[in-house]
């Protein structure tokens, strides 16, 4: 017994100070990879420091965060939504429309389009938890079905800057203390979101639903409701991440936001947020976010081609996801090695 | 001393009268076309360790299941001083102060392991937040008083299958549990490892708790402890303090018969086919070293937990040892997968038959092909007709009782289902077979039936590896027995000098009378 | 022997070892029935809703336009044409099925068609001939299929994620190879086999590839021990690979198949177009795995067919056909197959829970609150 205590100690002493603290820190490790690369690149590209470009890099970077805490919830419990880019679309060009006929109060749209969004995240959580169908295949058809009613909405045309009321888009770079706006509205999310994962028994049961089912059930957790709800606040974030995209923006199309899923997914993946579900952190997942956001950008101020981009996304989830596994069941051996036998 | 800790209500003299906290009544529960249980009765007391014993199949799995709020049953129901209650599910029976400690446990590999014991009645601080802090200091307390070290604060994916179960138990502990329910709590636990949770279960029933200890290691229902019930066939057969009980007695009232089992003939010892050399595999098993001759079968025993199965799923290809050498006809031999472990000639029987031996939605003749697929069809087209003929070939040679080799295997009973496991596994041609458990979950005709194949098949020159937790098997089967405890070979005892007893100590860990093994 | 106790007083040994053992379909009769015909008979139904489905839409296409059922391959938004524009997706959903069967799924195949149709193009510019080109484009689909395969059966990570990154970076790596430029005149070979006719029939070439591809496909599948591997290991991994199939070698091929599917489905693509653009085939991966649980193939694993596949393939041309005639544009098209996939995949869980509802009714008053796990044994 004692030497169990011992192999415990030493097996954590191995993995020992600062280096220790980084490899179970996937958050610390994203921040000072992020750093460094924001260095290299600034070295290179010194207007890539400029307030102008920090400000519009980091406004873009606050949008996708906040889908991405609310792809979190969902990849928490096991799940994945490949539809949010299509929600993010709706709910902007509804937004947009909506703005434009101008007797609706701009607070009023907003609402409206965030409640779309949770809407849209109860479609699927219908499709999902009510008639089982796996939701790899449900938000596949959904990015569709939600991209189609864009394209009945927009009925051809597109939005611009004039349709919309004097003034709209300036909310982007409108900046508190230095801080943007949209950054302020992010941690804002991040912060009730990962408080309310950590302090609050539904945040728990999230956890316990990814981590193991067949458990939560046995304790009374009902996994459909969780995971119903999970894909409700997931539509919601991602409703409130639309209704930024048109504020950014200004300019809609039906297409608007197409693509966006991988982004947004590869911010959750990279950010710590284990694809199997039950472990990982809306910060992380937040990180994640500015850590593409800044290679996206990197790619434009670097004048590479910017269709770089997608195979970096498909880079970043591969390499994310490949060295969980590793280091993993590295531990894991280790752990069952180190069995007194 | 226990901080924070729930502690039952001071029972003295007065409580022989009280109802007891827990019982069942008369309670019948039926599964499709299976009776699990018909009027079932049993009180259970603070203050005492009942045992609940039977064969596989006897029905102590589904009282486990009616007291966890998992089933309800049929008829008769389940009894809270004095008042039934219908259990609506787990949560509310764990409400009510049930703790059920399952087979496997059931945690979350994620969470702490101070989150996994308050899990559904975790401890909130202010704003009715969660309060972490109080979490860890409760579970660290809860550790404590029981005399474990476990870290609170660790993730429980990678703890040892004892340290789950300590976490399990702690998580009963942590409710205002009237009765705690242990099923088979011993069945992957180390000697030493056993020993620690009787000290904590007798901890637990000092304080008043009632215990429910389910098992069929008659060894440990005498030395843990104060009464038991034997079930048999679903049928409630006797209540008995365990001092007035022998284990013949608790044998004759699980079997319902003095069973004698299939009597080995003798066949003709040949070469030797397998040479096991001080194989090693870190964390599960050290220098083991053994051989097996044609004809001859070898028994393995052990607690489970030994190393038996993994030594098994090293032979087979399934793992990769860390040291030593297997030789087969004298040549070395390493095994990156089955498949290539086939081709060489050993088969491997596992234990689970549903997860690892067959393929529920193929038929028997689909499964009794699957390993030699490539050998029977070399030109890729597979031909039903040649294909059902072997199958039909195995099914009369095994007496496998069906409507047919097209049928789903599924439908089958347990005993003819490890009949097509083992068929599937002869139509490899193997020269060593190695069993595991060939006969867990089995009724005691197809019990007869395997160990008569079993015995023909040595007859034919195989060599054969017998793993098995039934002594009376091992013994009965056996030319020479193999006993591993914690990994390492305790004992290897020919078969004129076998007694249960000898084997027992080995298992246990005794090596010579009156030594145990260090710690 | 002395062993007493003869059966007759035990339940005869044939008793289920689980509840869920009497919902499986009760054992056939004692004369041997071919496994063909149980094949078809475990098929009929899905692939008989299907006809009806075909049947039906045959029907509205030919309400909405007397042209619906011509079979004029090109040109015209007939039912004809539709199947040749099909193609690409119909061969990609071949070599779908088996990786849905096994329990994986790739997502990557749209991105492999417009990377080797950018490989292709970049290729055939810098000179080299169509038939050195051609194998190349092949082999990078091998190769993007293979590191599929070994990224899931090595690492351990489920297909899910691994071709969700594929698909990013191939369609990434099609980005860096063709950049926004686009590769047009592509030599006569290609153009004929695009949109020529074999010789003397009105056959496409593309349909015959595609005709043919379903044969091999389905003679492996259904009429080979490789595809019965494949059904086991989509039944029970862990009991195949305890029955020596090799897994993991199986898998890792099933990707690798693939991505060479994908591969000529691309130059399939930039044949028909005669033109290859760095985005071809965005957008394709939907409807190829519609296709192929429209085909009856179960999204959970375990069970399908290629027959029904091939079903499929011909209901989706005439249901796109039609939707075409009656005026409806590209883009709803999409959110048609999108419902159509949603669809596919509810409607046997309705009918699989209803079914369960039918049992526990008739079996008892009392429901357990939670029903035994397949396997598990009930007492």
């Not at chain 3, 041309?317 to 039609?322: H, I, K, P, R, V």
Request: hydrophobic share 50%; glycine share 10%; net charge neutral.
């Amino acid at each position: 017994m004692a030497s169990n205590v011992a192999v415990r100690r030493s097996a954590r002493s191995r993995a020992g100070g600062l280096i220790g603290a980084f490899a179970r820190s996937r958050e610390l490790t994203l921040l000072a990879v992020l750093l460094v690369l924001a260095a290299l690149v600034a070295l290179e590209a010194p207007n890539f420091l400029s307030s102008n470009n920090v400000v519009s890099v980091t406004s873009l970077a606050a949008i996708i965060a906040i889908a991405a805490v609310g792809e979190s919830l969902i990849i928490l419990t096991k799940n994945i939504d490949l539809s949010v880019e299509s929600t993010m679309g709706l709910v902007a060009f509804v937004v947009a429309v909506l703005l434009k006929q101008q007797n609706i109060p701009m607070p009023v749209a907003w609402a409206l389009g965030i409640g779309l969004g949770m809407a849209l995240g109860m479609v699927n959580g219908i499709i999902i938890t009510v008639f089982r169908v796996p939701s790899i295949v449900a938000t596949l058809g959904t990015l569709s079905i939600f991209r189609g009613l864009t394209y009945l909405v927009a009925n051809g045309h597109e939005i611009n800057a004039n349709d919309l009321p004097a003034g709209y888009t300036n909310a982007a770079s409108q900046t508190f203390f230095d801080i943007p706006l949209f950054v302020i509205l992010a941690v804002a999310v991040v912060a009730v979101a990962g408080l309310a994962l950590r302090y609050t028994v539904f945040g728990r049961q999230l956890y316990a639903v990814g981590s193991n089912a067949e458990a939560a059930a046995t304790i009374g957790i009902r996994s459909r409701t969780t995971v119903f709800l999970a894909f409700a606040l997931g539509g919601m974030l991602a409703g409130v991440a639309g209704v930024l995209w048109g504020i950014q923006f200004g300019q809609l199309y039906a297409s608007s936001a197409s693509g966006q899923s991988l982004a947004i997914i590869a911010a959750v993946v990279v950010g710590g947020v284990s694809i199997a579900g039950g472990s990982g952190t809306v910060m992380g997942a937040a990180i994640g976010a500015l850590f593409l956001g800044l290679i996206a950008n990197a790619l434009n101020v670097l004048l590479l081609p910017q269709e770089w981009l997608q195979m970096i996304y498909g880079a970043v989830i591969l390499f994310a996801v490949s060295t969980d596994a590793i280091i993993q069941r590295r531990t894991q051996l280790a752990k069952a090695r180190s069995r007194i036998r | 001393m226990t901080d924070g800790m729930p502690l039952a209500p001071n029972k003295g003299p007065e409580a022989a009268s009280a109802p007891p906290p827990v019982a069942l009544a008369g309670v019948s529960k039926r599964f499709a076309a299976t009776q699990a249980l018909s009027d079932v009765s049993i009180d259970l007391l603070p203050g005492e360790i009942h045992a609940l014993v039977g064969e596989n199949g006897a029905g102590k799995s589904t009282i486990v299941k009616l007291l966890a709020g998992i089933y309800q049953p049929d008829s008769g129901s389940v009894v809270l001083d004095g008042k039934p209650v219908l259990l609506h599910g787990p949560a509310h029976a764990r409400s009510l102060g049930i703790a059920v400690v399952h087979q496997e446990p059931r945690l979350f590999p994620d969470l702490t392991v101070a989150e996994n014991v308050f899990i559904g009645h975790s401890p909130s601080g202010r704003f009715g937040a969660l309060d972490w802090g109080e979490m860890r200091r409760a579970a660290d307390g809860i550790f404590a008083s029981l005399s474990v070290h476990l870290d609170s604060s660790a993730v429980v994916r990678g703890l040892s299958m004892a340290d789950q179960q300590l976490i399990e138990i702690a998580k009963a502990l942590s409710v205002e549990a009237r009765v705690l329910v242990l099923d088979e709590p011993t069945a992957s636990l180390s000697a030493h490892e056993v020993e620690r949770l009787f000290d904590i279960v007798r901890q637990t029933r000092d304080r008043g708790v009632a215990v429910l200890f389910v098992s069929h290691r008659l060894e440990e229902v005498f030395e843990l402890c104060d009464r038991a019930t034997v079930l048999r066939d679903g049928r409630h057969i006797v209540t008995a303090p365990t001092a007035q009980l022998t284990a013949p007695d608790l044998v004759r009232h699980m079997v319902g018969r003095s069973v004698s089992l299939f009597p080995r003939t003798a066949a003709k010892i040949g070469d030797v086919l397998l040479d096991v050399r001080n194989l090693t595999r870190l964390g599960a098993f050290r220098d083991i070293s053994f051989s097996v001759r044609a004809g001859e079968i070898v028994g393995l025993a052990g607690l489970v937990g030994a190393g038996r199965t993994e030594v098994a799923r090293v032979l087979f290809g399934l793992d990769r040892a860390d040291a030593g050498q297997v030789l087969l006809d004298g040549k070395r031999v390493s095994f990156k997968s089955p498949s290539a472990a086939l081709g060489a000639g050993i088969a491997y029987v596992p234990e689970d038959r549903h997860l690892d031996g067959l393929v529920a939605g193929f038929s028997i003749a689909e499964n009794v092909t699957l390993p030699i697929l490539p050998r029977l069809f070399p030109r890729f087209f597979t031909r039903s007709s040649r294909e059902r003929r072997l199958a039909a070939g195995y099914s009369e040679r095994l007496r496998i009782r069906s409507t047919g080799v097209d049928e789903l295997v599924e439908a089958l009973s347990g005993g003819n289902q490890q009949k097509v496991v083992i068929a599937k596994w002869l139509a490899t041609n193997p020269r060593v077979l190695i069993l595991d458990e060939p006969t867990r979950g089995v009724d005691i005709g197809a019990k007869v039936e395997v160990h008569r194949i079993i015995s023909d098949l040595a007859a034919a020159g195989l060599g054969i590896i017998l793993i098995s937790s039934e002594l009376p098997e091992v013994l009965a089967m056996s030319d020479r027995i193999i006993v591993l405890h914690e990994g390492v070979m305790s004992a290897e005892i020919p078969r004129a000098e076998a007694s249960e007893e000898r084997v027992m100590f080995a298992a246990t860990g005794q090596f010579a009378e009156g030594t145990s093994s260090g710690e | 022997m002395t062993n007493e106790q003869p059966a007759a007083t035990r339940p005869q040994d044939s008793t289920p070892v689980s509840a869920e053992a009497s919902l499986a379909t009760p054992g056939r009769s004692g004369n041997p029935i071919s496994w063909v015909r149980g094949l078809l008979s475990a098929a009929a139904r899905w692939e008989m809703l299907l006809l009806a489905i075909l049947a039906v839409v045959v029907y509205e296409g030919m309400q909405i336009s007397p042209y619906f059922l011509q079979l004029d391959f090109w040109n015209s938004p007939n039912f004809g044409a539709s199947v040749s524009g099909t193609m690409e997706v119909a061969i990609m959903a071949l070599a779908m099925t088996p990786i849905i069967i096994t329990g994986d799924i790739d997502l990557s195949v749209e991105s492999m068609v417009g990377l080797s149709g950018a490989v292709l193009g970049v290729l055939w510019v810098a000179g080299l001939p169509l038939v050195v080109v051609i194998p190349i484009v092949l082999g990078v689909g091998v190769l993007g299929g293979l590191f599929n395969g070994l990224m899931v059966t090595r690492l351990g990570l489920p297909a899910l994620v691994v071709t969700l990154g594929t698909l990013a970076l191939y369609r990434g790596l099609a980005n860096a190879v063709l950049g926004t430029s686009y590769v047009s005149n592509f030599p006569s070979e290609l153009t004929t086999f695009g949109f020529g006719y074999v010789p003397g029939t009105a056959v496409p070439w593309t349909l015959l590839a595609f005709l043919i591809l379903a044969v091999v496909f389905t003679a492996v599948m259904h009429l080979t021990w490789i595809g019965r591997q494949v059904f086991a290991v989509g039944k029970n991994k862990d009991a195949a690979r305890y029955s020596g199939v090799r897994v993991a070698s199986l898998r890792t091929a099933l990707f690798a198949v693939s991505g060479l599917i994908a591969a000529f489905a691309g130059i399939v693509l930039a044949s028909r177009y005669n033109s290859v653009r760095a985005d071809n085939g965005t957008g394709l991966t939907l409807t190829v795995v519609l296709i192929v649980v429209l085909g009856g193939v179960d999204i959970n694993g375990g069970k399908g067919t290629i027959p029904g596949v091939i079903l499929a393939v011909f209901t989706l041309a005439a249901l796109q056909s039609a939707l075409r005639l009656a005026g409806v544009s590209s883009e709803y098209q999409n959110v048609a197959i999108g419902l159509l996939l949603i669809f596919s995949v509810i409607t046997p869980q309705i009918a699989r829970q209803f079914r369960v509802l039918v049992d526990r009714v008739r079996s008892g008053r009392h429901r357990p609150v939670r029903d035994p796990v397949p396997g598990e044994v009930v007492r």
